[in-house]
């Protein structure tokens, strides 16, 4: 399985390397982003700088299984590069897990995609998404069909956990499989 | 005449510092509000370090003449504080002037001022705005009623004529006062 992670200048240090790190050490393959290849990505707190392993030209979304979307910054500078907006389209076009945190959904909002759909956001984000009728949660992880939504740094745990599980084909896949039969006594 | 300037980390440093020194220059004073009196501020570029002159909890509406919010990432910073976006909102309910330029706009979006009114901002505030059902213009300086709003640095020159100008009465302001009867011959 093979995991999107689009970044830009100004990332939220620990929501780009938690959810990384956790994806690594559980054996998938997780290819940095960005709208440039080799472009040195520096995070907002100045804890991370990261390769741009791929531009946004050399990549195509059915060369990935799921899309993560880190916070900061970084989603408001990747939503201003058309070819970004049109990446994040094409996973959830194709049902493809979406995975954003903080201002993560920002891109969701410029790929046009959250009316009607429920998710949550940093608190300031979480305003916008209701204004342009998103149903809004205010919880640490919020699921909803392909996306999985966090918060903030703090929530990174769950958000982690909640990705490696939908991957797994957890939780809501289970959900949504139609029921086995009742085994016989 | 004073005018209110809402300042928060990371502004962008020339839509502080144009405005703001044109503003003087004509004559007016602007205090700078933060969240927090006597913070430190910094632009985001690094070009620009200046004080919060006021906090959010010493300043009244009443006070003011008019109100501009600089863009970068203060705005979101801002619209954090409850306090910021109830000033902002009183700005608007009294029809006092509200000057915004770049991300400034999402204070308005917090305010819940923007739905059917007619504006511009930074690009990609542009399209949050469409979304929430404003009326964007991508034009250099937008005015509707009480609303001067620009969409970036470039456009800093022609948003500072247009504030100047607004508050000497001009323009609109002209266009909204009822005509004189026709002088007889």
């Known amino acids: 399985m093979k995991i999107a992670c689009v970044l830009g200048q100004g990332f939220e240090d620990s929501e780009f390397r938690v959810p990384y790190d956790r994806l690594k050490e559980?054996?998938?393959?997780?290819?940095?982003?960005?709208?440039?290849?080799?472009?040195?990505?520096?995070g907002k707190k100045g804890k991370e700088t990261v390769k741009a392993e791929k531009g946004i030209d050399q990549v195509k979304p059915?060369?990935?299984?799921?899309?993560?979307?880190p916070g900061g910054q970084s989603p408001d500078h990747l939503r201003v590069d058309k070819r970004m907006v049109e990446f994040v389209k094409a996973f959830d076009k194709s049902g493809k897990l979406i995975a954003a945190v903080c201002h993560g959904p920002q891109l969701l909002i410029a790929a046009h995609l959250v009316?009607?759909?429920?998710?949550?956001?940093?608190q300031t984000i979480q305003d916008d998404l209701q204004q342009i009728g998103a149903n809004v949660k205010d919880e640490p992880v919020v699921r909803d069909r392909n996306w999985i939504t966090s918060r903030k740094p703090d929530d990174l745990k769950q958000f982690s956990d909640a990705i490696v599980d939908a991957l797994e084909g957890g939780d809501e896949a289970r959900a949504q499989r139609p029921s086995e039969p009742a085994a016989h006594p």
Chains 1, 2 share one sequence.
């Not at 559980?26 to 520096?42: F, T």
């Not at 059915?62 to 979307?69: C, E, G, K, T």
């Not at 009316?115 to 940093?122: E, F, H, N, S």
């Open 115 to 122: 009316k009607g759909r429920t998710l949550t956001a940093w």
């Open 62 to 69: 059915d060369d990935y299984d799921a899309l993560l979307i």
């Open 26 to 42: 559980e054996g998938y393959q997780v290819d940095i982003i960005g709208v440039k290849a080799g472009e040195e990505l520096k």
